[in-house]
């Protein structure tokens, strides 16, 4: 089972350069998520979409757009990056939006932006 | 003060050693979740619990609702458990994770 599966792992851009990061999950999940992990900090939510059709800002949705493509996929868009936005990138999914059932996480994207 | 505080940032221990990492929070919560983060890897939920004491192989965890703080602890700990473990609580009547900052254990053999 692929489970979610984020692409790429890795990514260098300059400054102004955009990017798509892309995530699939087979697990037949209504909600899928976008979070950083930034040193020090705990992971912080981007943007999240509770169900196919819907998408909602998180805590930290400034220079982020997405997508919810169908069910299965949700991908994240850089439209001009910034060196503030050198992070890891997370996506996620779950049963549903109310936190209560296991989240289950892709591997990552290490973004760095120069 | 961080609405999720873990305790302790750095753990080193010895295989075979038992592992506490602890986890206090300062809102009502509906639940709470451990993660396992592996280094240079992804992020594996362990478990999700809202009440009581939950057991998967060596590991268990506990949540004492009362006094907002949950434990999760490795019995006969190996080097293949070292990673960074993350506390995270769902506030009541909130669609959302609040994170600690995790926990980095390092088991040496």
């Known amino acids: 089972n692929a489970g979610v599966t984020q692409t790429p792992k890795f990514q260098v851009l300059k400054t102004g350069q955009s990017m798509t990061l892309q995530c699939a999950q087979d697990m037949n999940h209504n909600s899928m998520y976008w979070y950083r992990q930034d040193p020090g900090m705990g992971l912080r939510l981007i943007y999240y979409s509770a169900s196919e059709g819907t998408t909602d800002k998180g805590e930290v949705p400034n220079g982020y757009n997405v997508s919810r493509l169908n069910k299965r996929e949700f991908s994240l868009r850089l439209e001009s990056a910034a060196p503030s936005q050198t992070s890891v990138y997370f996506c996620?999914?779950?049963?549903?939006?109310?936190?209560?059932?296991?989240?289950?996480f892709g591997n990552g994207t290490r973004l760095t932006v120069t | 003060k961080n609405e999720v505080e873990q305790s302790p940032q750095n753990l080193t221990a010895q295989e075979g050693e038992f592992i506490t990492i602890n986890c206090s929070y300062s809102?009502?919560?509906?639940?709470l979740h451990w993660l396992q983060q592996h280094p240079g890897g992804g992020i594996v939920s362990l478990f999700m619990?809202?009440?009581g004491k939950k057991k998967h192989g060596r590991l268990i965890a506990t949540i004492n609702i009362q006094e907002k703080h949950s434990s999760l602890h490795i019995t006969a700990s190996h080097p293949r458990d070292s990673a960074v473990y993350i506390c995270?609580?769902?506030?009541?009547?909130?669609?959302?994770?609040?994170f600690g900052t995790g926990t980095r254990l390092q088991v040496f053999p």
């Open positions: 809102v009502g919560i509906s639940a």
């Open positions: 996620a999914s779950s049963r549903d939006s109310s936190y209560n059932s296991p989240l289950h």
């Open positions: 619990l809202s009440s």
């Open positions: 995270a609580v769902n506030p009541s009547g909130y669609d959302k994770l609040i």
